[in-house]
């Protein structure tokens, strides 16, 4: 790999790029609200201790160590010698295929913000319903996977990294200054209250950690090996602990501070849109409300709501473009060529064409499939590879682990991430997910 991060920065800021992003904004909001609120928060923080930040630091210190993509060093890997090498490949595609899927439609979310920061700009007064109504976010998502592609050809130092560098920082000051704004709004904490610690029963309810796990799992891009990949350009696997430690924390302070922050507004116009709408309906419709200043706001908002998710897709196109580059060029653009066009059918779901699979519109049933049900399913892919096919005990060692910790080290990754995974798949389909 000889195109690595200049810095440990670089890539913390990259890292964070590719967390935060729609899956905090966008996703984290409607999850939350759905599932007890802020009552959300304890599975969700629980999640991300004993399985999001050890995965972050396994799948990156993996991917320092082998320095080949997540499928060639599993397909190569020499531990447990009686798997054979086609499971082993079917077990390293699976990964692949998730998080492929998930840079189809998180494309076409990330052409939404695009579409409503023009219309802002063109002095219009976007809405969920008018997106529905028409055809020009096609033209957006054509706009955003061509640029993603471009960035993404330029390589880690001379394009994600620049590109991660500015926009990052830039999105937490505004998210910062826009939920000061919405504090000032009337009985803003009273409505926040109301809103957001109604259900505290959900705590109780397997669905809830199921739907924590996953978003963890999304909002943090671990489970899919795209923190893999981001660790085969370090050039010190000793920054990748600390590295893990702040990337959460600034995921979790954003997808906290859009919960509050979009919970608040959609209270201030009466919102009552659920789901997908809640960030693309309450938003929206509260810019809109505030006139001249409000679509100036509005523009900004989902210009930057974009880079944040633009971030995102370039984390996964990446993953996507090594992780199939084993097969050659024309199978890798073939690949791209089909998440375009699967990509276009999200984009369509929510036209007047109304394109459904499985009597539900093709992104929403794309993100259940992929984003919550089978995200665990890849999570726990990732950790067998890492900790059981690949060579973890010289991980601890490439990430600087003193050596009396490597029983613990051992134990952690080998028996206490999978049987969290496993716990949390069994008992949330015992109860029904649904």
């Not at 690595?4 to 609200?33: E, H, M, Q, T």
């Not at 696997?237 to 959460?248: D, K």
Request: with cysteine; charged share 10%.
């Amino acid at each position: 790999m000889g195109d690595k991060w200049s810095s440990k920065k670089a890539f913390v800021l990259a890292s964070i790029g590719a967390a935060v992003g729609l899956g905090n904004i966008w996703r984290f909001p409607y999850i939350a609200s759905e599932h007890g609120g802020l009552w959300f928060l304890l599975p969700y923080l629980v999640c991300l201790a004993i399985v999001g930040i050890p995965l972050f630091v396994l799948e990156a210190g993996q991917g320092f160590l082998n320095r080949k993509s997540f499928f060639k060093s599993v397909e190569g890997s020499t531990n447990l010698k009686f798997i054979k090498k086609q499971l082993r490949r079917a077990i390293g595609l699976f990964p692949i295929l998730v998080s492929t899927v998930i840079l189809a439609y998180y494309s076409a979310l990330c052409a939404w913000t695009l579409w409503f920061a023009i219309e802002f700009v063109l002095g219009n007064e976007p809405t969920f319903a008018l997106l529905q109504q028409s055809y020009t976010p096609l033209v957006a998502f054509a706009v955003v996977f061509a640029c993603a592609l471009y960035v993404s050809m330029r390589g880690i130092s001379n394009g994600i990294e620049i590109a991660s560098g500015y926009l990052v920082p830039l999105l937490f000051v505004f998210l910062l200054l826009l939920f000061a704004y919405s504090l000032t709004l009337p009985d803003a904490i009273l409505g926040l209250a109301d809103r957001l610690l109604s259900e505290p029963q959900k705590v109780l309810d397997a669905r809830t950690w199921y739907y924590a796990l996953s978003q963890v799992l999304f909002s943090l891009s671990v489970g899919y090996g795209i923190m893999y990949t981001y660790g085969m350009h370090l050039k010190s696997g000793r920054v990748v602990f600390s590295s893990g430690v702040q990337v959460a924390g600034a995921d979790t302070a954003a997808a906290v501070v859009s919960l509050f922050t979009i919970s608040i507004m959609a209270a201030a116009v009466s919102s009552s849109a659920g789901g997908f709408a809640l960030s693309f309906e309450a938003l929206p419709a509260f810019f809109a409300a505030g006139g001249l200043v409000g679509s100036i706001v509005g523009t900004a908002f989902f210009l930057l709501l974009f880079c944040a998710a633009f971030t995102s897709v370039l984390s996964m196109l990446e993953h996507t473009s090594i992780s199939v580059s084993f097969a050659g060029k024309r199978a890798k653009w073939a690949v791209l060529a089909g998440v375009f066009m699967l990509g276009i059918l999200s984009v369509l779901s929510y036209s007047p064409l109304k394109v459904e699979a499985f009597g539900k519109p093709v992104l929403d049933f794309l993100d259940f499939t992929f984003g919550t049900f089978l995200a665990p399913f890849s999570a726990l892919a990732i950790v067998f590879c890492c900790a059981y096919l690949l060579p973890h005990r010289k991980v601890a060692r490439a990430m600087g682990v003193p050596k009396r910790y490597w029983g613990l080290f051992e134990v952690a990754f080998q028996k206490g991430i999978p049987a969290a995974l496993l716990l949390l798949i069994f008992f949330s389909q015992l109860f029904g997910l649904y």
